[in-house]
């Protein structure tokens, strides 16, 4: 196969041509669906000659310019492009188009699934409707008429205001609408199709009656009113947070199984996967219920940071997405638990990002250059980008961060713009100087910090040195000082937090490192202090500072900041893995007695004590053992859990019963992870009874992976009940494939299984949602097994991305990512893994998604 190229974010040029206006009408018919396109095109570099499109799996039907048609000999049609004459300043470009959305199983542009027309544009789908300029600094307004069998298609939706409707001849119909909003191609939608249809109305701070429409699968409408009240509640906090409205007569979200990402936020159209969006107590979960809200919200807030303002080119992507990320994540804290949606995503960038960060894809969340547009919608440009914001917002507070908001709306709404235009904006609302803080824009890696300790009782001074570093990645070899952010406090023997006095003047907690190193050093300190760093995770980096167990468990018993006292906790049964894996004796008195503690104080927040005796991930474990034996870990990890369960075995069951009585879902979290730990201490009752009494999704599927986790003798009876009674609900199957994915079973019985379950009616492996849920969740969340010496899991894996390859090529790139980093493991997995890696790329057709991903990790 020839080597695709590379675009470089250097190498960005303004298109030398504008469409002002875009009139689309869309003739939908299975396998031959008719699109004419009418662009106004303005000429905006004098002296451009030819206007150069964009297009893929794309039939040429015809091709006119103000009206007059261009034969064959004078465009020049190659693979992807359509090069036509535009020697003038203005100009109208009609084209005819022919698609065939039927057989469209990668999901990009305009494609039929179930029996409902749909698209999805983001990043570069538009080129597969028609041939433009798609890219998102092209806005144009858009109006477009669909045209459908009105029996089979009743409800005809596109971006903007409806504005006409009505019947045509042969039993068809058809629906126009405008978006008075000048938009990117990639926030064009279209969804055509039979569907209930919830609705209410939201009023707007200046008074303004918006319509809601949710649709959702027939059958599926009752399952629609959690996601209704949670774009309510996230208009109303837009307007309340950030001063920022609705703008449009309707806002519509559509629900479809077929969908690649989680949602998309295409103007007044948002598309949304159907595990986004539907949910009910009897078939979702409490975590459900909230990730459904906070997708809500997140697509909703893109309509000022993303839609009103995009971003000048894709490099830019983390402009609108790590900014969107970080006020969903402000949304779902003001109206939860702000701890625990903190630890939430503290443990995202622990336990995904900073492995990006070690592998083969690593890149700065601005990155320099990409092959697939669609392996860059990554934890780095997401996530990582949300903590650079929160740094942000740390530095200038609240106030200074909504002054920063607002001049870069008002300077750039209706523009599409860069991170350096972001940034500027906070910088000349506040007055302080973010030169050097632009660099984690560019910066790719996780930054190291080390901090040394020293007390000095003649003196009353307790020092602080810090220093900072950070390792070369794999796209970037030298590395410079980053602006990070420190917040600490410090605790007396008492657990009092005590009054700071840096150099001579009153420390408020937050200092901010801009050198490689600086030393603080605190007066008036009587007795050494326990040191709380980097509270509230105020930068994205590693700490290295040695603390004993006494001093952690002295943080996670007084820190005044909940999430330190999380972190605190982590540290000792990180610590106490890495122990076990060792072969070390250990006395876990003091933290058998500490968890203890915690366990019997039923003052606190109980979503939060789940969160302090969950252990750390493998992948986080990993982070701090790299290149360590995964499957060894594993086990290390599972003998702590079972441990716990037995030393702690009277306080976990009492805990238990104090979860039963309250009922609620902070205390259903606490109560799921204390049956885990007593499954793996070997308690089976309780976890059948409490699947057979399971009056949730939460409940049940909390005993169904305490059961499978604990491999316990009920496993299978209680999945084939699960089975029995969801078989028909492809959603709450999704669940069940993850739980058998998942089960720490010996790797040879457990493929027989997830074959079998390939096999199940519920099971399409051309649905993405299907196969992350099967397929991504073995791969992902089941080390033994996908790991075992034998290398089956790698060579399972590696036969379902060759059949991904051909048929959905993005949805094969999102589950590759265990296989990729396979420079963190031992020898003798890494040359499995590199065989299989080695295999993908001799496939004569492999796509760029997974090209890019293969050869970056080879080389």
Not at 281 to 309: L, V
Not at 339 to 350: C, F, G, L, N, S
Not at 620 to 648: F, I, K
Request: charged residues 25%.
């Amino acid at each position: 196969m020839s080597q695709p190229t590379a675009r470089h974010r250097l190498d960005y040029h303004a298109s030398p041509y504008q469409i002002d206006t875009l009139h689309l009408t869309v003739q939908l018919e299975d396998h031959a669906t008719l699109v004419t396109a009418q662009s106004a095109i303005r000429r905006t570099q004098p002296g451009a000659t030819e206007l150069a499109l964009v297009g893929e799996e794309l039939e040429l039907v015809s091709v006119s310019i103000d009206g007059v048609s261009l034969a064959a000999d004078e465009y020049r049609l190659g693979e992807g492009n359509l090069v036509l004459p535009m020697d003038k300043d203005s100009g109208v470009l009609t084209l005819v188009t022919r698609i065939d959305p039927a057989k469209n199983t990668a999901l990009e542009g305009l494609y039929k699934s179930e029996g409902t027309f749909c698209t999805q544009c983001e990043a570069e789908g538009f080129r597969r409707i028609t041939y433009f300029l798609d890219r998102p600094d092209v806005l144009a307004k858009y109006t477009t008429r669909i045209e459908a069998d009105k029996a089979a298609y009743p409800y005809l939706l596109a971006n903007g205001n409806k504005v006409d409707s009505g019947d045509l001849d042969g039993g068809r119909h058809f629906a126009t609408w405008v978006d008075p909003y000048p938009k990117p191609s990639y926030l064009f939608a279209l969804v055509a199709g039979d569907f209930d249809l919830l609705e209410d109305s939201f009023t707007t701070a200046s008074g303004r009656d918006v319509a809601l429409q949710l649709f959702v699968d027939k059958g599926q409408r009752e399952r629609g009113h959690h996601a209704i009240a949670s774009l309510k509640r996230a208009m109303k906090w837009d307007e309340e947070r950030f001063n920022l409205e609705y703008d449009l007569d309707i806002y519509m979200v559509v629900a479809v199984d077929f969908f690649n990402m989680g949602a998309m936020e295409n103007k007044g159209l948002n598309v949304f996967n159907s595990k986004c969006v539907l949910a009910d107590s009897d078939s979702a979960t409490d975590a459900e219920f909230d990730r459904i809200e906070s997708i809500i919200g997140h697509e909703y807030f893109h309509n000022w940071t993303g839609n009103r303002i995009t971003c000048r080119d894709w490099f830019q992507l983390s402009l609108k997405e790590g900014l969107t990320v970080f006020r969903d994540q402000e949304f779902s804290s003001d109206l939860g638990s702000r701890a625990v949606h903190r630890i939430e995503a503290v443990k995202v960038i622990r336990g995904i990002q900073f492995a990006e960060d070690a592998g083969p894809m690593a890149h700065p969340i601005r990155p320099d250059k990409v092959i697939e547009m669609n392996n860059f919608y990554t934890v780095t440009v997401y996530d990582k980008g949300a903590e650079i914001i929160r740094m942000l917002h740390t530095l200038l507070g609240e106030q200074g961060f909504q002054e920063g908001m607002a001049l870069y709306v008002e300077r750039h709404d209706g523009q599409a713009v860069t991170c350096d235009d972001f940034v500027q904006a906070m910088e000349d609302a506040s007055g302080v100087d973010l030169t050097l803080f632009r660099r984690w824009y560019s910066q790719s890696g996780t930054p190291v910090l080390t901090v040394e300790e020293a007390f000095d009782a003649d003196k009353a001074q307790y020092t602080l040195h810090l220093s900072q570093h950070t390792p070369a990645t794999a796209d970037q070899a030298q590395k410079l000082p980053l602006h990070l952010p420190v917040k600490l406090e410090l605790l007396s023997a008492t657990g009092q937090a005590l009054e700071m006095t840096l150099d001579g003047q009153p420390f408020d907690g937050l200092y901010s490192l801009t050198e490689e190193s600086a030393t603080l050093t605190f007066d008036g300190v009587s007795a050494k202090p326990v040191a709380s760093l980097l509270q509230e995770f105020s930068a994205p980096v590693k700490l290295n500072f040695s603390q004993s167990e006494a001093e952690r468990i002295h943080l996670m018993s007084y820190a005044n900041n909940a999430v330190a006292r999380w972190d605190a906790a982590q540290g000792i049964l990180g610590n106490a893995v890495l122990a076990t894996l060792d072969g070390e004796a250990q006395d876990n008195g003091a933290l058998t007695e500490a968890f203890g503690q915690i366990l019997a104080d039923d003052s606190l927040d109980a979503a939060l004590v789940s969160q302090m005796l969950a252990l750390p991930s493998v992948s986080t474990l990993m982070e701090m053992r790299s290149g360590c034996d995964v499957v060894a870990l594993y086990q290390a990890r599972r003998q702590l859990q079972q441990t716990l369960a037995s030393a702690l075995a009277s306080q976990m069951r009492q805990a238990y019963q104090r979860c039963v009585i309250a009922d609620d879902a902070p205390h259903r979290a606490l109560k799921n992870l204390l049956l885990e730990f007593m499954a793996l201490g070997g308690e089976s009752e309780l976890v059948l009874a409490q699947y057979e009494q399971a009056g949730n999704m939460t409940d049940t599927l909390g005993a169904l992976r305490a059961a499978n986790q604990g491999l316990l003798p009920q496993r299978q009876q209680m999945m084939s009940a699960f089975e029995a009674k969801w078989r028909q609900d492809p959603l709450v199957m999704d669940k069940y494939f993850s739980q058998l994915a998942t089960t720490p079973m010996e790797v040879e019985p457990l493929l027989e299984e997830i074959v079998q379950a390939m096999d199940h009616s519920a099971f399409d492996i051309s649905n993405p949602n299907r196969v992350r849920a099967l397929v991504g969740a073995f791969a992902d969340g089941n080390p033994q097994a996908f790991h075992d010496a034998s290398g089956a899991g790698y060579r399972f894996l590696t036969e379902q991305l060759t059949r991904l390859n051909g048929i959905n090529p993005q949805c094969a790139a999102r589950i590759i990512t265990p296989l990729i980093g396979f420079k963190q493991h031992i020898p003798a997995r890494q040359q499995q893994m590199r065989e299989c890696l080695e295999q993908l790329m001799a496939l004569e057709d492999l796509s760029k998604d997974l090209y890019e991903k293969v050869s970056k990790s080879l080389s």
